[in-house]
C-alpha cells in the first residue's frame, strides 16, 4: 500500500463524462490498495470564463483589491471540479470527501495571481486517508494570512499537487494529462519525436524552463527541492488497463542519477517563439554600463533572458539581450527614450522574429564536443547563430524564427534522438 | 448615515450588464451616505447548472456526503457573484471587498441543503463598513461546525440578507427583485391587482406560506422574529432614480399595528394549485383514529396542511386532508394499502384538481362577518366549497381547480381591492 497523489488537469475534467471516467480510474488505484489523495483542476474552459466575465466589467484590472478579488472568483472553478469528483467517486461505491484549499489549510503569501504556498496542514487529509476515503483537494490555490483565498497562477494545479505530495511524503505524484509523457520535442514539429521513459529532475527543469509545456515549471522546481517522485501521464488511455502497466506508462521524473548513465548524451530539443531580441549600440565599454541598461530594465519590471554583451572596440560595445515578446514595444521604447541617452549609446535596434532553440541533456555533463555538433549541424542547414547561452545540461541558441523547424528537425536526427513516426490517432 | 442591506436575486445578477447596474445603484446609495452590505444571489440559473452536473453523475442523491458535496458545489454559484460584484463596484470607483459565508463567518448547523444559521460573526464585515468599503456578502450559504461548507435550501440568500441584516441591526433590509412589491393577488391573474405599499409582518407571512412567491417563507419567519424591516422593491428600475423615491418604493413589511389600521379589512387574495386532497371514508368515529391516519402519513414524511372531519354518522365519519401534489400517489397508495385495512375504513378516495384560494388581512381580527362575505361571493359565483380553513388573519378554502381564476377575481373585486388595471409594459 502507498500513498499516491493523482492530478487531473482540465481536459481530463472537461466533461461528467470524463469526471466519470476519472472516478473509475481512481477507484482502480484504491481498489488495488492505494491511499489516494486528488488533485484536480477546473473544467477545462472554466477559469477563461470566469476571468472573461471579470474583465468584462473592469477592464483594467490592476489593484491589489482587484487581484484579491479575481482569486476569490477563478477559484471557484476548481471547487466545482472537487465537489463534482466526489460525487462521482460516491456514485462508484467510493468514500470521498473534497477540500476546498482554505479547508486543508494550504496556506499561501498574500501575492494575488500568483501566490506562493508557505505550508500545508496534512492533518485531515491523513485522518480521511485513515478512514480509507479519497481525499480530493482542489489545485491552484490556498488561504493568506488574512484569510482570503489566493490562486497560484495558470498552471497552479501541477504545483499543488506536488507541495501536497512533498507535505504528505506521497510514493509518487503522478500528473494525469492529455499527452502521455515528456517527448524528445514537440511531436508536432518533429514526427519521430520519441517518449521518455525517464527524464532526470535537471533535465525537465531545463525543459519546462526552455518553453515544454507539459508541466509547470514552479511544480518541478517544487518537486526537486522535496524530492518528490513526478509521472507524466495520460488520462486519455482506457481507465481499467492493468494497474501494472499505468503505474509504468508515462515519463517519470527522475531524481537517481544512475538512470540516466545510459542514456543518450542529448535527451530532448526544446525551443520557443515566445522572446524578442533587443540591441544597444555603441556604448561606452565602461564599469556599471551593463548594470545602467539592465537596471532600468528590471526597474520597469521587465525579465530579461539571454544577455551577450560584444567584444569592446576602441571604447564602445554592442548590448543584447531577450525579453518576453510581449514585452518587447515596451523594452524598445525604453531603451530609446531613457537608456541611450543616459549611456550614450550610438543606436538601439531589435528583432522580434527570433526563436530560441535548446539542446538539453544530463550527459553533456561528461561529454565533450556536444556543443560544437550542435553548431556544426545548424551550420549545415545554412541556419545563422544569433546568440549562444550554455550551462552545464543545456545549449541555447538564439536564430531566426523561420528556421525553428528546420533547426529542431536536424537537431533531433543529429543526436540521434529520432525513432519510428508516431502514428497518429 | 444608515446601515443597510441589500439583496439582489438572480435574475438582477442574470448578466454582467445586470451586474454593473446593481453596482452603480449600490454606489448611488453609499454617494448619499449610507453604510451598504450587499448579498447577492447566484446568477440566474448558475445553481440549477450545478446541480445538473451532479445529477448527471449520480441520480441517486441520497446520503449525507454526497449532500455535503452539493453543498459545496452549490455555493460556488454565490461566489462567483461576490467576486463579479466587487470588482464592478470597484471599476464604479468604489472601495469593495467580498466575503463567502465561511470567512464571515456565518455559523449553521450541519443539515446539508436544508442549513439553518446559528450565529453570525460581524467583525470582520463592520471594520470594512468602517473603512468605508462596500460589503458583499454571498447568499444562501454558511459553514457547519465541522468547517465544511453548507447551503440553506432555495431562496435561502433571502434569509442570509435577513439574517445578516438583523445581526448588524441595520435600519432596513432591501430585496431587490423581479417585480416591484408585494401585489393584492398576482397581477397575470388579476389585471387589477393592486401594489400594497406597507403590508404587516402576520399578512407577508400568511401570503408566504399561502403562495405568494415574492419572499421566501423562513426570511419573513427571521424578519419577525428580529422585527428587521424588510422592503421589496424592483432592481429594473432605472438605477439612477432618485434614492428617497426608491426608498419609498416598492412594498414594506411593517411592525407597526397602527400602519394597518387604515387599511382595508382584507390585505390580498393567496392561491396555489400546489395540493391535492384525499379523503378517508367511513371510519369508524373512536378516540386514536385521527392520530392513526395522520401518524402513518407523518412517518412516511409526507406533510399535511388543511385537515377536516365530517361530523360523526352512525359511528362512522369521513376524514379529508390536502397534501402536495407531488405527494399525492404516495399518499393514496398508504391509505389503501396500510391505514384502511389498519382502521377498518370503508374507502379511499382523492382529488388532485383542486386548489386553495385565501383571503389575508390584518383586518380580519377586528372586524366580524369577513369568511361570511368570502363564502357569499364564492356561493353568488356558483362555486362549491369543499373545505374550509381559519386562522386569526386569514380564511382559506379548497375548491375545484378549474374555478381559480374566477374566484380569485371575484374575492378582490369583492373585498375592494381591484385598482386601475397594470399597464403592461
Known amino acids: 500500500m502507498a500513498l499516491i497523489v493523482h492530478k487531473y488537469g482540465g481536459t481530463s475534467m472537461g466533461s461528467t463524462e470524463r469526471i466519470r471516467n476519472v472516478a473509475k480510474r481512481v477507484g482502480k488505484w484504491v481498489r488495488a490498495g492505494h491511499q489516494i489523495v486528488v488533485v484536480p483542476s477546473a473544467m477545462s474552459g472554466e477559469t477563461n470564463r470566469l476571468l472573461g466575465l471579470a474583465k468584462e466589467l473592469s477592464p483594467a484590472q490592476t489593484t491589489s483589491a482587484v487581484m484579491r478579488e479575481l482569486d476569490a472568483l477563478a477559484a471557484t472553478g476548481e471547487q466545482v471540479s472537487v465537489g463534482l469528483l466526489a460525487i462521482a467517486l460516491m456514485n462508484e461505491g467510493l468514500d470521498a ?197 539592465l537596471g532600468a530594465v528590471a526597474d520597469a519590471n521587465i525579465d530579461v533572458d539571454m544577455i551577450i554583451q560584444n567584444m569592446s572596440h576602441e571604447g564602445r560595445t554592442d548590448f543584447s539581450f531577450t525579453v518576453h515578446r510581449n514585452d518587447y514595444a515596451r523594452t524598445l521604447d525604453l531603451l530609446k527614450t531613457q537608456v541611450a541617452p543616459a549611456t550614450g549609446a550610438a543606436e538601439v535596434s531589435g528583432d522580434p522574429r527570433i526563436c530560441k532553440v535548446s539542446i538539453v541533456g544530463i550527459g553533456m555533463k561528461s561529454h565533450v564536443g556536444v556543443a560544437a555538433t550542435m553548431f556544426r549541424t545548424l551550420s549545415e542547414e545554412g541556419i545563422n547563430i544569433q546568440m549562444i547561452s550554455t550551462s552545464e545540461i543545456k545549449t541555447s541558441v538564439v536564430i531566426d524564427e523561420k528556421y525553428m523547424e528546420l533547426a529542431v528537425r536536424a537537431l533531433h536526427r543529429a543526436f540521434g534522438l529520432d525513432g519510428e513516426p508516431a502514428v497518429a490517432d
Chains 1, 2 share one sequence.
Not at 470527501?97 to 501575492?111: E, F, H, L, M, N
Not at 504545483?159 to 500528473?175: G, R
Open 97 to 293: 470527501v473534497s477540500y476546498a484549499g482554505w479547508q486543508v489549510p494550504i496556506k499561501t503569501d498574500s501575492a494575488y495571481t500568483k501566490a506562493r504556498i508557505e505550508s500545508i496542514d496534512d492533518q485531515r487529509i491523513r485522518a480521511d486517508l485513515a478512514a480509507g476515503r479519497v481525499v480530493i483537494v482542489t489545485g491552484f490555490q490556498g488561504i493568506d494570512g488574512e484569510g482570503r483565498v489566493t490562486t497560484l497562477g495558470r498552471g497552479g494545479s501541477d504545483t499543488s499537487a506536488v507541495a501536497i505530495a512533498a507535505a504528505m511524503k506521497a510514493a509518487e505524484c503522478l500528473i494525469y494529462t492529455d499527452v502521455d509523457g515528456v517527448y524528445t520535442t514537440d511531436p508536432r514539429v518533429v514526427p519521430q519525436a520519441r517518449r521518455l521513459a525517464t527524464i532526470s529532475f535537471e533535465e525537465m527543469l531545463e525543459m519546462a524552463s526552455l518553453g515544454s509545456k507539459v508541466l509547470q515549471i514552479r511544480s518541478v522546481e517544487f518537486a526537486g527541492k522535496y524530492r518528490v517522485p513526478l509521472r507524466v501521464l495520460s488520462s486519455f488511455t482506457d481507465w481499467d488497463i492493468p494497474i501494472d502497466e499505468e503505474a509504468r506508462s508515462g515519463t517519470l521524473i527522475t531524481f537517481e542519477e544512475a538512470a540516466n548513465m545510459e542514456q543518450a548524451v542529448v535527451s530532448g530539443i526544446a525551443f520557443n517563439r515566445d522572446e524578442a531580441k533587443v540591441t544597444v549600440l555603441g556604448v561606452p565599454d565602461k564599469p556599471g554600463v551593463a548594470y545602467r541598461i
